[in-house]
């Protein structure tokens, strides 16, 4: 059920300016220290953004996917660090218990989710296994009394300091997708084991990490839906996850927008600001016409969510279109910059190298496409 208007305008002002007073400011020392500080996890486990997707009955403010989207946008205003210390839990880390969990597996593990008591993260991903998702090699092997689960996940983020992983693991003999599982691991089951984080190109202060299961006993009742559902279930949160993606996209590249305008219309050149060059106002002009087409998607997506409609294929779309558009917006801000873009005093140069995930994760571009292609066929256009 959506906020009223009064109180999801209080929400986003909040949020803007927590992200325009606190947490911009942070930007240079969450690089350097490749951490975010403890004092703001806590701050925004007080402002319920762990929380967001999570129903109110288990204490989040159960947002719709329009409200959450609208949310992102101004979260992408920063770092996507930040963003990434709560997104597990709001996303990937969450929704297959909101999705599929029974009504015990939601009563146990939601409200602790929602106040970020509970850190989650998703491990579907393994070392040879990425994209084609449905091939996972992790199994959960059925003793009679539990399920013995043995594999390792690769590049698992949250996965430092996780609490809880929702795990994709194979139950049976039959082929690809439809042999797969889905399972809550607790990280303190015996069995468990975390690898060192992955030294990355950008998005520093949020760790990616391999996860270790070494015949971990995982009882029945820890299991997400039935055996065989593990795919589907995935493919759900995907959805979903990709939708609060591409709103990021579009907050980075308004925040790009915005300082490339304030950067030109400061730096002069041949006697006058560079923003009155007609070359740079054809970058800011391309920019902003496809930020404003990514906003456009994004949220005619989320409200079409909302109502129920199947929006698989646009979803994709969105994260297609909204990915490769930040890439592009964050490469023309680092030529508006010029040599100033290549410098770190900056940041362009470092939310250029953030960006550079979004067209992986979630989702390759090249998996977007090829699910906007099924989906287009098989809608006949």
């Known amino acids: 059920m959506a906020l009223d208007a009064e109180t999801f305008d209080a929400l986003i002002d909040t949020v803007r300016r927590y992200v325009a007073d606190r947490l911009r400011p942070l930007e240079a020392e969450v690089e350097a220290n490749d951490a975010i500080p403890d004092d703001v996890v806590a701050e925004m486990k007080e402002m319920g953004l762990f929380g967001l997707s999570i129903a109110e009955e288990y204490g989040g403010l159960g947002l719709t996917m329009l409200e959450e989207a609208k949310v992102a946008i101004e979260l992408g205003r920063t770092t996507p660090a930040f963003r990434s210390s709560f997104g597990t839990n709001v996303g990937i880390g969450s929704q297959g218990v909101v999705m599929a969990g029974s009504p015990e597996q939601k009563a146990k593990w939601l409200p602790k989710i929602a ?134 996209c579009v907050g980075v590249a308004e925040r790009l927008i915005a300082d490339c305008v304030a950067y030109a219309t400061e730096r002069k050149q041949f006697g006058k600001p560079i923003a009155e060059h007609q070359l740079i106002q054809g970058m800011i002009a391309d920019s902003k016409t496809e930020s404003l087409v990514a906003r456009a998607m994004v949220l005619e997506t989320a409200a079409a969510k909302d109502a129920g409609k199947d929006v698989v294929m646009e979803s994709a779309a969105a994260k297609y279109f909204a990915s490769e558009m930040v890439g592009r917006v964050a490469d023309r801000a680092v030529q508006i910059y010029g040599g100033a873009g290549y410098i770190a005093d900056y940041g362009i140069e470092r939310l250029y190298r953030d960006v550079r995930l979004f067209r992986i994760y979630e989702g390759t571009s090249q998996i977007q496409q090829i699910i906007i292609a099924r989906e287009t066929i098989k809608r006949g256009g």
């Open 115 to 248: 106040s970020g008591e509970i850190i989650t993260s998703f491990a579907l991903t393994e070392p040879d296994v990425g994209s084609d998702s449905g091939a996972v090699k992790t199994k959960a092997v059925w003793d009679g009394q539990a399920y013995r689960l043995s594999g390792t996940k690769r590049f698992i983020t949250n996965a430092d300091k996780a609490d809880l992983f929702t795990v994709m693991a194979r139950t049976g003999d039959d082929p690809g997708a439809r042999g797969v599982s889905s399972f809550l691991v607790p990280r303190d089951l015996a069995g468990v084991s975390i690898g060192e984080p992955e030294k990355k190109m950008g998005q520093k202060g949020a760790k990616v990490a391999d996860v270790i299961f070494d015949d971990v006993i995982v009882p029945v009742e820890n299991r997400l839906g039935a055996e065989g559902e593990g795919f589907k279930i995935a493919m759900r949160v995907l959805d979903r996850g990709r939708l609060h993606i591409s709103a990021v």
